[in-house]
C-alpha cells in the first residue's frame, strides 16, 4: 500500500531556533499533501495544504510566516517551525492521497508517522 | 461552521460489540472516513462511507445516513488490541477535498 515517511519522528529544540520536518510519498506521486498538529489527548487539527508547485493554503488562525510549508516536487512536502516557542510543542503529522486532486476525492489519505516536537 | 461530535471515553468488554456514534454538521459533505490511532501514533484508514447505508469490512462496520448527518463506526468481537482513539472524519466539498477530524473517541478494552 501507499507510504509516506516523515523525518525526523522525535526533535527537541531550543527556544528560537527552527526546525524542519519532511514528508516523503515513497510509491505514489501526491499533487496535494496536508499538515495536522495534534495536541495530547486532542484530534487532528488541519494547518494547512500543501500544492506543488504552487503556494499553501493556510487555516484560519495558522501563521503562515511562523509555518513555511514548501512543496517542491510530487514526493516531497516540507513544514519548518520558524523562531520556535515552547507553545509550539506537539505531535505534526502530514499526510497524502494518491493522484491527481481532480481523480483522488474519495481515495484515503495516508498518513506519515508524525513528528514529536519538543521546543524547550 | 464546521462541527463534529462523537464520545470522548467509551469501554468495552473483550469479544464484544461496540459502536461508535458520529454527528456531523459541515458547510459541504463529500465522504465519512474512520480512521483508528494508537497513543503516540499516525491515524490509519478503517472506513469510508459517502452513500447512505452500511459498509462491512471484517470486525469493522461503518454505516452513514447523509439526511441525519449521522455515522456509526461497529467493532464486532472486540480484542485488547483494539484500544485506540477513533476519528471520524468529514471531507468536504472545498476545492482540495481537505479532511475535517472530530476530536475522537478513546476506546478501552478490557478482559
Known amino acids: 500500500g501507499a507510504v509516506v515517511s516523515q523525518h525526523p519522528s522525535r526533535v527537541i529544540c531550543k527556544s528560537g531556533t527552527s526546525v524542519k520536518i519532511e514528508c516523503r510519498s515513497l510509491d505514489f506521486q501526491a499533487t496535494t499533501m496536508f499538515w495536522y498538529r495534534q495536541f495530547p489527548k486532542q484530534s487532528l487539527m488541519l494547518m494547512a495544504t500543501s500544492n506543488e508547485g504552487s503556494k499553501a493554503t493556510y487555516e484560519q488562525g495558522v501563521e503562515k510566516d511562523k509555518f513555511l510549508i514548501n512543496h517542491a516536487s510530487l514526493t516531497l512536502s516540507t513544514l519548518t517551525v520558524t523562531s520556535a516557542h515552547p507553545e509550539d510543542s506537539s505531535f505534526y503529522i502530514c499526510?497524502?492521497?494518491?493522484?491527481?486532486?481532480?481523480?483522488?476525492?474519495?481515495?484515503?489519505?495516508?498518513f506519515g508517522n508524525g513528528t514529536r516536537l519538543t521546543v524547550t | 461552521g464546521q462541527n463534529i461530535d462523537q464520545p470522548t471515553e467509551m469501554t468495552a468488554t473483550e469479544g464484544a460489540i461496540v459502536q461508535i456514534n458520529c454527528t456531523y454538521q459541515t458547510s459541504g459533505f463529500n465522504g465519512l472516513f474512520w480512521y483508528q490511532q494508537h497513543a503516540g501514533e499516525a491515524p490509519t484508514f478503517l472506513s469510508y462511507?459517502?452513500?447512505?447505508g452500511l459498509e462491512e469490512k471484517g470486525r469493522f462496520s461503518s454505516f452513514l445516513s447523509r439526511s441525519k448527518g449521522y455515522s456509526y463506526l461497529l467493532l464486532k468481537e472486540l480484542q485488547m488490541k483494539d484500544s485506540a482513539s477513533y476519528l471520524c472524519?468529514?471531507?468536504?466539498?472545498?476545492?482540495?477535498?481537505?479532511?475535517?477530524f472530530g476530536a475522537g473517541t478513546r476506546l478501552a478494552v478490557h478482559p
Open positions: 472524519a468529514v471531507r468536504g466539498t472545498g476545492g482540495y477535498n481537505k479532511l475535517i
Open positions: 462511507n459517502v452513500l447512505d
Open positions: 499526510s497524502a492521497r494518491e493522484g491527481p486532486r481532480s481523480s483522488s476525492y474519495n481515495s484515503p489519505l495516508h
